[in-house]
């Protein structure tokens, strides 16, 4: 059974620093294309981060870049999310998800994903 699991969520002063890791089993991530996406509370899903299998290539939506880095170990089987200088509006919950072909930050394209990690930027 596919799954990816989530972690490193948690409370955060702005200005601070986070690192998510998504971690597979069940598979092996090298074949997947990884994306990273939030939901804030009333707000739909959208994408963060993606970055392809080999790692190589990376995507960013403009409200994180410069602060959000992704990266990936396939030797762990891990996709990591490095998040910088968080703002309050980085409040959400935080999913990886993952999809065989390069599909870029498209929410409905990616096919197995986790169950999130909460992440809370307040002082």
């Known amino acids: 059974q596919l799954q990816l699991v989530e972690s490193g969520g948690g409370w955060v002063q702005p200005g601070g620093s986070l690192r998510l890791s998504c971690a597979a089993s069940?598979?092996?991530?090298?074949?997947?294309?990884i994306g990273w996406f939030r939901r804030a509370p009333g707000k739909d899903r959208e994408g963060v981060s993606c970055?392809?299998?080999?790692?190589?290539?990376?995507n960013y939506a403009d409200s994180v870049k410069g602060r959000f880095t992704v990266s990936r170990d396939n030797a762990k089987n891990t996709v990591y999310l490095q998040m910088n200088s968080l703002k309050p509006e980085d409040t959400a919950v935080y999913y990886c998800?993952?999809?065989?072909?390069?599909?870029?930050?498209?929410?409905?394209?990616?096919?197995?994903w986790g169950q999130g990690t909460q992440v809370t930027v307040s002082s």
């Open positions: 998800a993952a999809s065989p072909e390069w599909v870029g930050l498209r929410v409905g394209s990616y096919d197995w």
């Open positions: 069940g598979f092996t991530l090298d074949y997947f294309a």
């Open positions: 970055i392809s299998k080999s790692g190589g290539r990376t």
